[in-house]
């Protein structure tokens, strides 16, 4: 009988915010503990043991665990079966599984409690399943691998935290002989020299924010933040900017971000990103022509290229979503956490193979308007705004680049 009395008192507690997900309000469940106290006459094991006693049994009521999963299951899986399931292949997944073990963050686990902490392999495999799979709550995460949900909190953060230290070393500006590498991939491949990569932004979607919800309105009209990313020839993140509200616009992102500021570092020794109409076009951002109507057959050509050649990051953001399907839709509630989960994401994008993409599951289309921001913007047309430049200030001195370019282009189409 106290058990349901527990568990009513706690249910009803954990759903009375209409905004609060399954997952998340039971990541709180020990906050309820003194309303318990509370509510209940009967004497319940005292203390914070006893709290935690309370919370693992709500936590295991009704579920269905898998016993042993990573254990028994997974290595039966074949190479593919194991790539569809975890995203990555086995070694990426073995290499990240010794990296962990050997952090303070894995080794500050050992002995604490008198219990044997969840293995290295373990969190690996629970993180990748749980980005990976567009469905997976962290409820059905916790069943499958046997964990209850506020342990698999604990899993998730600190696999974040160990891939965003991680992060400077994996997600970095090319080395002078990466530069040459890129630059002749570009030259030989489309005809345009110096080119570094491009830059580009996506959206990532998100439920209603609790706070600022116009800010996070897009042009598309459903919720998102912003990720701006730039790769390479092999479609690998060489800097990443994640978290302005889905309102702002691309150039307004770019000039807040670290990426603008070190334009000249990652330039240094000659060398350009590529950007669409709605960056500025300076010396170390090159930009399309703007379709006025009036572009001569050279700058026609010049947009062509430059649009093969930029495709490459649309492609990486992509790739990047389809890997880890949690992208096309965050259910989180905290901001920050979202941030932080996105960028460990493109740690895990640039240690993979992207060329196993075809194991995966179609890409999703994640850019449908959201009839809760249509609410809040008054919409009666749910048609979406159309693209916009933004009109971004052009400096002469990119300007002048770019004429040199297209010129040279057309020397080297007629040579």
Request: glycine content about 6%; charged content about 25%.
């Amino acid at each position: 009988m106290m058990a349901k009395n527990i568990a009513d008192i706690v249910m009803r507690n954990l759903f009375e915010n209409e905004d609060s997900s399954e997952d998340e309000a039971a990541i709180n469940l020990p906050n309820i503990g003194l309303q318990i106290m509370r509510e209940l006459d009967e004497d319940i094991p005292a203390g914070v043991q006893g709290l935690q006693e309370i919370v693992e049994l709500l936590e295991r009521r009704d579920r269905v665990a898998v016993p042993l999963y990573v254990e028994q299951t997974v290595p039966l899986y074949s190479d593919e079966e194991f790539v569809s399931h975890f995203r990555m292949k086995r070694g990426v997944v073995n290499d990240l599984s010794v990296r962990f073990r050997n952090t303070e963050i894995f080794r500050s686990l050992l002995g604490h409690g008198g219990y044997e902490p969840v293995t290295p392999e373990k969190h690996v495999l629970v993180f990748l399943w749980f980005v990976g799979h567009q469905t997976a709550s962290y409820r059905d995460v916790g069943d499958r691998f046997d964990l209850s949900i506020s342990c698999l909190h604990d899993v998730i953060t600190r696999m974040i935290n160990f891939l965003l230290e991680l992060a400077p070393t994996v997600i970095c500006f090319p080395t002078e002989a990466e530069k040459q590498t890129t630059k002749m991939h570009y030259l030989t491949t489309k005809g345009l020299p110096d080119v570094l990569g491009s830059v580009d932004g996506t959206h990532i979607r998100i439920d209603k924010p609790a706070e600022d919800k116009d800010a996070y309105i897009n042009r598309k009209h459903y919720f998102s933040f912003q990720m701006q990313g730039a790769v390479n020839e092999k479609k690998q993140f060489i800097d990443v900017f994640i978290g302005y509200p889905g309102s702002v616009h691309d150039a307004r992102v770019f000039a807040n971000s670290s990426l603008s500021r070190d334009m000249h570092t990652l330039c240094r020794g000659g060398g350009y990103m590529l950007g669409d109409a709605a960056y500025p076009c300076m010396p170390q951002l090159i930009t399309p022509y703007r379709d006025n109507g009036h572009l001569t057959v050279a700058q026609r050509q010049f947009n062509m290229t430059h649009s093969s050649c930029r495709i490459s990051v649309e492609h990486a953001f992509g790739k990047l979503k389809q890997r880890f399907r949690q992208l096309y839709h965050l259910k989180l509630q905290d901001m920050r956490r979202m941030v932080q989960l996105v960028h460990a994401c493109c740690v895990l994008h640039n240690l993979a193979d992207l060329d196993d993409l075809n194991i995966f599951e179609p890409p999703d289309v994640d850019d449908l308007p959201d009839p809760e921001a249509h609410r809040i913007l008054g919409v009666v047309d749910p048609a979406p705004a159309a693209d916009e430049d933004g009109n971004p200030d052009d400096l002469p001195t990119g300007q002048n680049l770019r004429d040199e370019l297209c010129r040279q282009l057309v020397a080297r189409r007629h040579n």
